[in-house]
């Protein structure tokens, strides 16, 4: 049973798997509901995220042979993984994907595709349909227009799932800043795709050391 609200609502490294669906050349050629470079920096600072806090990741592909391989910035991210190529429009019909995620044993799936209408939205009513809490990164995600993008992701809310942008799964997945562990993914990953708030991080970093050499 998904939960709304409450502590349990919030995503941590421990609950979430992550699901980067077709980040591909033919993607992002008709990709016009956002700026192309933006969401490739979204969706690699995501999996930069999900690496740094040992996040469970799975890519995936549609007819790579057509489609072109995965954004080569997203693949550098986990250059040992072969993403899944399937024919299933709908990647939650492909059962090495469903897979994948059952083996995790996770019930939060954290998702981003192109396009938004079609490659986000069938997996994601999918997987809510069957029990999963669905966590959709729409900045992360975009479709072949605004209208699309947006129609998709209220059609998405309506079925249940949750909108999410990618900087705010980063922060959710640190939840404490005593959780020092994990400071220098979030610093390193903010920097280089978090735009202002990676100089202010950057900022807060120089101070605390300098602070501490004092």
Not at 58 to 83: M, N
């Amino acid at each position: 049973m998904s939960t709304k609200n409450g502590l349990d609502a919030l995503l941590s490294p421990e609950n979430s798997v992550v699901l980067l669906i077709d980040h591909q050349p033919f993607q992002f050629a008709n990709l016009h509901s956002h700026e192309p470079t933006m969401v490739l920096n979204n969706v690699v600072g995501l999996a930069k995220a999900a690496k740094g806090f040992n996040v469970p990741t799975i890519l995936t592909t549609v007819l790579e042979d057509r489609g072109g391989f995965l954004a080569k910035q997203l693949q550098d991210v986990f250059p040992e993984q072969k993403p899944i190529d399937r024919t299933f429009i709908n990647t939650w019909q492909d059962g090495r994907v469903v897979e994948e995620v059952e083996r995790t044993g996770r019930k939060k799936i954290v998702m981003a595709a192109l396009w938004t209408e079609v490659c986000l939205a069938m997996p994601a009513i999918h997987a809510l349909g069957e029990g999963y809490e669905v966590y959709i990164v729409t900045d992360a995600s975009g479709g072949v227009s605004r209208e699309a993008h947006d129609m998709a992701v209220q059609r998405m809310i309506h079925a249940g799932a949750i909108p999410i942008t990618w900087l705010a799964v980063l922060s959710e997945w640190q939840r404490d800043w005593a959780r020092t562990a994990t400071l220098e993914t979030v610093a390193a990953v903010a920097s280089e795709h978090a735009g202002g708030t990676g100089v202010a991080l950057a900022w807060e970093a120089q101070l605390l050391g300098a602070q501490q050499r004092t």
